[in-house]
Structures are given as C-alpha cells and as structure tokens.
C-alpha cells in the first residue's frame, strides 16, 4: 500500500547570499517572511495568504560555503529543474510578467503548453523557477490526453479557445497544433 500523502508542504532551496535571496522573494515575488531561523534552516516564507495554506510555502537556506558553492543545476544535471508558482489568471500572469521585468529580471521563455501559460526564469541565485497560469480546463486536457505541444507566446495572443472550453473534436496531436500552425513548434535554453 502507498504512502498517503495529502499534499506537498513547502520547497527548499539553497542560496550563496540569504540577504540578496530574501530581497528578491520579497520584494520582487511578494513572498512574505514568517520566521527567520539561522539555525534551523533558515528564512521560511509563505504567499502570505491564509485561505491558501498553513505555514510557510518556501524556505530559503544558506549554503555552508558560499565561496565554493557550486552553480543551480543545468538542463542536463541530476537536481530540480525547476520550482513552478500558480498564478490565478492569466491578467495575474501578465501582471507578473510586467513586474519581473520592471525589477530588472529577465524572463527566459514564455510557453504555451495545451493545458497552461508558463513564463520561465531565475531567481537572484540561478535557481529556476516558473510562474503559470492554468486553464480551467486542465484537468479535463489531461484526461483527454492534452498533447502537450509546446508553442511560443505573446500577451497580445489570446488564450486560445480550449482554455474555457474543449472543443468537441479535440485531438490531442492535432488541435493544438491546428491553432498554432506557423509559430514555433520547439523551445530552445
């Protein structure tokens, strides 16, 4: 019999600079700090909204040896790929998005997958993360079989039709790439 898990509780992740790492979830990602404990890990944060979760969502710890710490992994190293952050719309994305670039963060990729929108990009420390928007119908594309092709976005792009309704002829290999016909098919970084 499996473990019963009810759901994942917070993330944790090494920095070089806690100072620097604190700023930037803080100030730039809006994360707020409930404890700060040197000994016990470190400075645990939440989204700093009550009806979301109990206690903190992410931790940020200090590596032992700043100085000889080796970089966040890269695409091809065994280590977490990435941490994602669900946004609630895709006008919260866009929002997000301004943000980030306003305080000098420079977003990677912007990624329609057939189930959601992703922007990609690097926290103050290298550490990859991902801000998303996922539609409503989600869990009804992963049923279906959602395809999962990957196509660049604007914010001038709609959200395209089957983020609020699933059409009745959905083909997971050929909606998508129906709609899409003339973008890019594959993501580079």
């Known amino acids: 019999m499996p473990i019963n898990l009810s759901r994942i509780g917070h993330a944790a992740v090494r920095v070089r600079d806690i100072e620097r790492a604190k700023k930037f979830y ?7 700090i409930e404890e700060e404990d ?5 400075v645990f944060m939440s989204l700093g909204r009550d009806d979301t979760h109990e206690g903190h ?10 100085d000889n ?4 992994p890269e695409r091809n190293q065994v280590g977490v790929a990435h941490i994602a952050i669900k946004v609630d719309s895709h006008d919260d994305m866009k929002d997000a998005y301004d943000h980030l670039l306003s305080n000098g963060v420079t977003v990677d990729r912007l990624v329609e997958h057939a189930n959601q929108r992703s922007m990609y990009f690097a926290d103050s420390e290298g550490n990859r993360l991902e801000i998303y928007f996922e539609f409503p119908t989600s869990k009804e594309l992963f049923k279906r079989g959602r395809g999962d092709r990957d196509f660049v976005f604007t914010f001038e792009d709609p959200v395209p039709p089957w983020a ?4 009745a002829d959905w083909d997971p290999d050929t ?3 129906r709609y899409h016909r003339g973008t890019v098919r594959t993501m580079g970084g």
Request: aromatic share 6%; no cysteine; net charge negative.
């Open 69 to 72: 710490a080796l970089d966040a």
């Open 164 to 167: 609020t309704e699933i059409p």
């Open 26 to 32: 803080t100030e730039v990602l809006g994360f707020v």
């Open 38 to 42: 040197p000994e016990h890990g470190g």
């Open 175 to 177: 909606t998508v790439d």
């Open 57 to 66: 969502v992410f931790d940020l710890s200090p590596v032992e040896d700043p």
